[in-house]
């Protein structure tokens, strides 16, 4: 059997340390980048035989030098471009139709682009009140069923915060925007990751009755080690699979994909690492002390009278 439980505070340093620099990355300007339909303006897809370097060069002579432009490879170009009214667009896309072939033009005003915003928003909000309260009628028989439900969103809210961090890294690296696609996949992920979550409180509550162990931590240990090979190995499959669409297809569905590729293995993170351990510090009432033994966050705790005061009187 691992001791998973032992080693808790360095899963959750290793979150915490993502997690941290994503939110720096976020918070400071030129990280997430929003594609269109979060941001108005225009996007292009075109083919072309130029390359990536003389079609900037084209654009700028046609007035849009702050073009944003994505190579999909074979010729095939994304281009972003701020809102333009339907006299510079007919203009736009005949001189963009000299040198190529558009496959796609769309237009987003600033009214729609902030009514995708607020339904995105409300979409993960939905979702994560329905989990939390199928979680807890779920487990209406153990003792204290809120706490399943609410690990099991503090799950959730690990695994969204990893796939923005990355996100993040990749916006500010290599231009990645998020589109509706990508909330689509945070949708797929936050399912995903319940369904792994949910293998693994169901182990704890088959194991409870059957007097496995009085503790509740060698509970906990006993069945992620039960389901630890069930759980790998179905990620595994799922990213192989993942990852061959990223591979072979790509294209406009590539951050769908990678947005899937980064949520299932935070999500398989987080059931194994975060929200089946919370559930034990939660038994335990060992909030403060964890967080005291965590490198780092053990010298906050110490910095905050009122953390400092409940680590005390714990100790």
């Known amino acids: 059997m691992v001791d998973f439980v032992g080693k808790k505070r360095w899963f959750m340093l290793a979150s915490a340390v993502l997690i941290l620099a994503g939110v720096i990355s976020l918070a400071v300007p030129g990280g997430l980048k929003t594609g269109i339909e979060f941001d108005s303006g225009t996007s292009i897809t075109l083919s072309t035989s130029l390359t990536l370097d003389e079609l900037r060069d084209k654009l700028a ?9 994505q190579s999909f490879g074979d010729g095939e170009y994304f281009i972003r471009t701020r809102e333009v009214d339907p006299v510079e667009q007919d203009d736009l896309e005949f001189k963009l139709s000299q040198i190529g072939t558009i496959e796609g033009f769309d237009a987003v005003s600033p009214m729609i682009a902030s009514e995708t915003v607020h339904n995105a928003a409300i979409a993960v909000a939905v979702a994560a009140v329905a989990i939390l309260l199928y979680i807890t009628w779920a487990f209406r028989r153990m003792p204290s069923p809120f706490r399943y439900g609410t690990c099991a969103i503090v799950a959730l809210i690990h695994d969204v915060l990893i796939v923005l961090a990355v996100f993040s890294f990749l916006g500010r690296a290599y231009g990645w925007e998020i589109d509706p696609m990508f909330i689509t996949a945070l949708l797929a992920v936050i399912g995903y990751s319940v369904n792994d979550t949910i293998v693994i409180f169901d182990r704890i509550r088959e194991t409870l009755p059957r007097g496995a162990a009085s503790d509740f931590a060698t509970v906990v240990n006993t069945s992620l080690t039960a389901t630890l090979g069930r759980s790998l190995n179905t990620s595994i499959t799922t990213l192989l699979a993942v990852l061959a669409i990223y591979l072979f297809v790509g294209g406009t569905i590539k951050t769908f994909v990678m947005a899937l590729f980064v ?15 919370l559930l034990v510090i939660w038994e335990r009432g060992d909030w403060s002390g964890t967080l005291a033994k965590v490198p780092v966050l053990g010298w906050v705790t110490a910095k905050i009278p009122v953390l400092r005061r409940l680590s005390v009187q714990q100790a």
């Not at 002579?61 to 432009?69: F, K, L, P, S, T």
């Not at 949520?263 to 089946?276: D, E, L, M, P, Q």
């Open 263 to 277: 949520g299932i293995i935070a999500g398989t993170y987080s059931s194994i690492f975060i929200a089946a351990l």
């Open 61 to 69: 002579e046609m007035g849009h030098g702050e073009a944003v432009i």
